[in-house]
């Protein structure tokens, strides 16, 4: 690939181009593609400790999208380079220390690794569903707001029936600052929508009512919302399997 090629893929322009152009090749390499599980967190916990203009290069079978706001919550800028069909090489350069804004060194709680299953069929596949999360989730400027997209989001889950996706958009939601009042009367509408029997067979026993329970409990003894964050996505996160979504062959 030409300079100019890479350079159209870059972030940040000419300006960010120049200053990596003589370190990046230095950057420790990070190949995730035969990774299964969170290979986000691994990256980030990894990102955690490299020092200001010091960076990491990660290499994946498509563009890892939703790594890039996890990373710029860090401190982080970075350049992307395709290299073939099933190679991306992205170089982070730390500009600044951060410390996350959501416990477990990520912007927002549970990344899509659901993208991991899809990269298995086809990495072109993989690469498309990554793009099409990004033009639905990844709006710097949302009509609607994060809060109210996530809500939607849970409530069309509970809809479909699918209470895997409903939980990691409720763990999301609170950490996007919903407050209890909004679940509550979010929850009441489930009821309303979905009738008494199907809440009490389906939704009262679920992964999504535990944990909208956890919160209430929590936030009633005082606990703060970043410790109940923690809770939330120890008790609700990629271990439990009643909510993860990157298929690693056991529970």
């Not at 999208?65 to 982080?76: K, Q």
């Not at 190679?87 to 709680?109: C, D, I, L, Q």
Request: proline share 4%; charged share 25%; glycine share 8%.
């Amino acid at each position: 690939m030409k300079n100019s090629e890479i350079l159209a893929n870059c972030a940040g322009g000419i300006k960010i181009k120049e200053e990596w152009k003589n370190k990046r090749e230095s950057f420790e390499l990070m190949d995730v593609r035969k990774l299964s599980g969170n290979f986000l967190l691994t990256i980030l916990k990894k990102a955690d400790k490299v020092a200001v203009g010091d960076g990491i290069c990660v290499v994946q079978s498509f563009e890892p999208i939703p790594l890039y706001s996890a990373m710029a919550d860090l401190g982080f800028e970075y350049q992307s380079e395709k290299v073939s069909d099933d190679e991306y090489r992205v170089y982070f350069h730390r500009t600044e220390m951060k410390e996350a804004s959501v416990p477990g060194g990520m912007n927002a709680p549970l990344k899509p690794l659901a993208i991991l299953n899809l990269k298995e069929i086809d990495n072109a596949l993989a690469e498309t569903v990554v793009h099409f999360w990004d033009i639905v989730w990844g709006q710097e400027n949302p009509a609607i707001e994060m809060k109210t997209r996530l809500l939607l989001s849970l409530a069309n889950g509970v809809g479909a029936g699918r209470f895997r996706q409903a939980t990691r958009e409720l763990v999301k939601a609170y950490a996007a600052g919903v407050t209890v009042a909004e679940l509550d009367e979010l929850f009441s509408m489930l009821v309303w929508n979905q009738g008494v029997g199907y809440f009490a067979s389906e939704i009262g026993p679920s992964p999504l009512f535990g944990a909208y329970q956890v919160i209430k409990k929590l936030e009633k003894k005082g606990t703060s919302r970043e410790d109940v964050i923690k809770k939330l996505i120890e008790e609700f996160g990629e271990k439990n399997p009643d909510v993860k979504t990157a298929y690693t062959g056991k529970n």
